[in-house]
């Protein structure tokens, strides 16, 4: 070996590294054994809060289950459950009206409607084609049972309400249809409607069925049903204005009716009266006749040649000297009988 310069031959400066001391490391592993449950514990902490607890809105319900059963019924608020998946909630929406729509659907801010035929279409009991809209409305009454007594539920009464809307619509006439007999179509869709589902039984409550639109196919076949409406417009306007006519001469004739019938018990109870007095006059004669029955004679023949001859004049038959002489009444009273005063005495 070559030391000249200091210099080891074949070594190399450059490469040369001093050796290293050894590191002496105190691994611990209590302490990161605890650090790790520590950190463990926070998670599982963590973990179970974020499970726990659970918000229902008000137009909610919440269907609470217990490893798959369910076990209540909670609604709006927050709420405490059990945490891991042992408990779930469901969110049903209760409180909301929910809608159907057949043979068209809204769009947008519904100003736009798109149809749909094959849902419309139906053929009416007079063998008819007609398209007629329907708009129906319902609501979740049971959520439990809108969860598990169907799978789609929805679904389930769109197609009921579509069987029961044909079977009504194939036993009515089309000029019920579309003219005059819509609500009863709606009555009777909806009544058969919520039978099928009180039998179904899936959650589901109906609040209305309405018609929104029910027309024929063709165009001429609308224009004559709209001159068939215009006639039965007119019909009833004139109805209305008999009826009209009709209560304003009513009053007027029961009016002239009152009083005819009034002016006869007038009359009725006039002649009663006369009759009465007659008969009391003809009684109170009788007695009369009955005490003197020759004078009582005598007066009534001159007061029956006084009603007979109400112009005669009444002469005085005197005799003087043998001479017969008959003297005026009038001259020696100085006054002038009035007719029906005076008797012929022979």
């Known amino acids: 070996m070559d030391f000249q310069n200091g210099n080891q ?19 611990n592993g209590k302490k990161i054994a605890k650090i790790a449950v520590i950190v463990l514990a926070v998670l599982f ?40 998946g042992i408990q779930q909630v469901y969110l049903v929406e209760e409180n909301v009206y929910q809608k159907i729509e057949l043979g068209y659907r809204s769009e947008g801010d519904g100003n736009d409607f798109e149809l749909h035929e094959d849902e419309s279409k139906m053929i009416t009991g007079d063998y008819n084609i007609v398209n007629v809209d329907f708009f129906i409305e319902y609501k ?10 169907s799978s789609e539920p929805d679904s389930v009464l769109k197609n009921l309400a579509q069987s029961q809307i044909r079977n009504v619509i194939g036993s009515a ?33 109906l609040t209305d069925v309405k018609i929104q639109d029910a027309e024929p196919p063709t ?19 004139a109805i209305n204005e008999a009826r009209a006519y009709q209560n304003a001469q009513l009053p007027q004739a029961q009016a002239q009716a009152d009083k005819l019938l009034q002016n006869a018990e007038y009359v009725r109870q006039n002649r009663i009266n006369e009759a ?6 003809f009684e109170a004669m009788y007695s009369e006749y009955a005490l003197n029955p020759e004078i009582t ?4 023949y001159y007061e029956a040649i006084r009603e007979a001859f109400p112009d005669a004049r ?17 001259s020696l009273t100085g006054t002038t009988v009035q007719a029906g005063s005076g008797t012929n005495a022979q």
């Open 297 to 300: 004679r005598v007066r009534m």
């Open 173 to 205: 006439v089309v000029d019920s249809i579309l003219t005059d007999g819509k609500s009863e179509i709606q009555m009777e869709v909806k009544e058969l409607i919520t039978q099928q589902l009180t039998e179904y039984d899936i959650g589901l409550m």
């Open 140 to 149: 979740v009454s049971d959520p439990v049972k809108y969860l598990y007594a």
């Open 45 to 84: 902490v963590v973990a179970a809060a974020s499970t726990c607890f659970y918000t229902v809105d008000e137009k909610e319900s919440a269907v609470v289950t217990t490893f798959g059963r369910v076990t209540d019924v909670t609604g709006a608020g927050m709420h405490f459950m059990l945490p891991f």
């Open 219 to 237: 165009e001429a076949v609308v224009e004559a049903f709209r001159n068939v409406e215009t006639a039965k417009q007119g019909a009833e306007t």
């Open 276 to 281: 009465r007095q007659q008969v009391a006059m």
């Open 9 to 27: 031959q074949g070594f190399d400066p450059g490469r040369y590294q001093p050796p290293r001391k050894p590191v002496n490391v105190n691994f």
């Open 314 to 330: 009444i002469y005085i038959d005197a005799t003087d000297g043998g001479v017969q002489k008959l003297l005026p009444l009038e």
